[in-house]
């Protein structure tokens, strides 16, 4: 998701035109794969009254980049994304059940393109998948026993995508207050107007935001589903308040009610082990709220 803000999904590997130090091409589908599906006219189901749109999303490195209660940092977050599409060629001889299984156990010396794995920016970076097939004989670098060094990935190995890292990087709400301020994020209103380093907007994709108020523009109806399996469902609620009376920097402007978080509007579903017919197979089932 991070990818698609800055540049176009390309149809074919390819280096041509990159320079050292550039942004990667950016590949959704392989050459083998099936021909992509026509341009939906997306304006036109959005006006027709038998539709609905629904955006539902995970939120965890989906519009939430970071969790520092759990040790990662935005930082931390963009290399782990950017490792996870960073692709690598994996043995010949291991079959695609061997390189889903045993990926972990390889080190790679060279990127799915060819070019070799090492800490040198002056080389062009290959391009980044992020397609669900993967391609044939690689894995993605966050996949390999290299995994352990996902979180600074643009300063060791993955050094050649280092502008990539530092163009999402800058993309982020920057904080103007003191980071030793502490935010509250419970329901409560607050009628604060600046906003300390710890709130939530800092950590959330810019685009998510972008998206709500061009839906507003459109005067889309749509619902709205954000569901985690964390603890930051409050800080998404705060987040969400705060924008929809206008204390993004970015939409001083933007209003919207029916973004307005409560208490009311928030579920936590609890699970429990139980046990089918006395057979002895477990399953999970839903309790509780929600």
């Known amino acids: 998701q991070l ?3 800055i540049s176009k999904a390309s149809m074919k590997i390819t280096n041509d035109g990159l320079r050292p130090g550039s942004i990667p091409d950016i590949i ?6 099936s021909t992509p599906s026509p341009p939906i006219d997306v304006e036109s189901i959005l006006s027709s009254s038998n539709s609905k749109l ?3 999303f995970d939120i965890n490195e989906t519009i939430l980049i970071g969790d520092e209660a759990g040790g990662d940092s935005v930082e931390d977050c963009l290399n782990k994304i950017i490792a996870k599409s960073a692709f690598v060629q994996c043995p010949p001889t291991s079959s695609h059940e061997e390189r889903c299984m045993d990926t972990h156990r390889f080190q ?4 799915w393109d060819g070019s070799p794995v090492c800490d040198d ?10 397609g669900w097939q993967w391609p044939e004989h690689c894995c993605p670098y966050y996949r390999t026993a290299f995994k352990k060094n996902a979180k600074t990935f643009t300063e060791g190995h993955g050094t050649v995508y280092r502008p990539l890292y530092e163009s999402l990087r800058d993309s982020f709400l920057k904080p103007s207050t003191p980071p030793e301020e502490e935010y509250d994020n419970t329901i409560a209103e607050r009628d604060d107007s600046s906003l300390p380093s710890s709130h939530p907007f800092y950590r959330i994709m810019p685009s998510f935001f972008h998206t709500l108020v061009k839906l507003q523009e459109m005067n889309t109806d749509y619902t709205l589903v954000l569901r985690t399996f964390g603890t930051d469902l409050d800080d998404i609620a705060c987040a969400m ?6 204390k993004h920097p970015l939409y001083p402007s933007f209003r919207e009610p029916k973004l307005i978080l409560d208490e009311d509007n928030m579920y ?3 699970y429990r082990i139980v046990n089918i017919d006395g057979d002895g197979d477990d399953s999970i089932n839903r ?4």
Do not use: C, E, K
Not at 108 to 111: A, G, L, M, Q
């Open 3 to 5: 990818f698609m803000i």
């Open 28 to 33: 959704s589908q392989l050459p083998s794969q």
């Open 54 to 56: 629904v955006l539902h």
């Open 108 to 111: 790679p010396s060279v990127w």
């Open 121 to 130: 920016q002056t080389l062009s970076p290959p391009p980044l998948y992020i």
């Open 241 to 246: 308040r705060d924008f929809a009376n206008g």
């Open 268 to 270: 936590r579903g609890r």
């Open 287 to 290: 309790s509780g709220n929600g």
